[in-house]
T-cell receptor
């Protein structure tokens, strides 16, 4: 049981490039979410999904897109990377009250 | 709305000292409460939880009690170790909406 996996672990992008951060879970949980973590800011919710085909915006959705075609996968797309998107990104899957986090992707935008 | 306020860090303690990290919350309804821990370079892990008033969550020597009357969920440990150095997050779960996290408290324990 791998839990929540994220790829890549590290990524460097140039301003304006696009990319997709991958997130997968093998726990069959309906609820998944994406957070970003910046120094001194704690965790901020980007997007979340309550099941396949259903997504909603969180606190800081601008510049990011998500889709949920299967229960297992919840990719996060950066449309046109900006230096302000330099951060550590965490994906999570939730079973009722308890939330399980992936190991994170450290993204640097130059 | 729902919110979590936890004490600002960093907190620096000597090994075997007593730890308290304060957490208070504002919520509609009766959320579950959590403490998560993040070790350097890793994701967040659930440390303990409490699902109703007066419940005490405990794990690895850490404890927290769900106090509805004071809307608090303070984290305590009687004797910290160097290996407890991490960032600790208090969170509440309203079940049908996203978890709400505090900003985190960095703990450093020195030998």
């Amino acid at each position: 049981n791998a839990g929540v996996t994220q790829t890549p672990k590290f990524q460097v992008l140039k301003t304006g490039q696009s990319m997709t951060l991958q997130c997968a879970q093998d726990m069959n949980h309906e609820y998944m979410s994406w957070y970003r973590q910046d120094p001194g800011m704690g965790l901020r919710l980007i997007h979340y999904s309550v099941g396949a085909g259903i997504t909603d915006q969180g606190e800081v959705p601008n510049g990011y897109n998500v889709s949920r075609s299967t229960t297992e996968d919840f990719p996060l797309r950066l449309l046109s990377a900006a230096p302000s998107q330099t951060s550590v990104y965490f994906c999570a899957a939730r079973d009722g009250y308890e939330q399980y986090f992936g190991p994170g992707t450290r993204l640097t935008v130059t | 709305g729902n919110s979590v306020t936890q004490m600002e860090g960093p907190v620096t303690l000597s090994e075997e000292a007593f730890l308290t990290i304060n957490c208070t919350y504002t919520a509609t309804g009766y959320p579950s409460l959590f403490w998560y821990v993040q070790y350097p370079g890793e994701g967040l892990q659930l440390l303990l939880k409490a699902t109703k008033a007066d419940d005490k969550g405990s794990n690895k020597g850490f404890e927290a009690t769900y106090r509805k009357e004071t809307t608090s969920f303070h984290l305590e440990k009687g004797s910290v170790q160097v290996s407890d150095s991490a960032v600790y997050f208090c969170a509440l779960s309203p079940l049908v909406t996203p978890l709400v996290f505090g900003k985190g408290t960095r703990l450093s324990v020195i030998a």
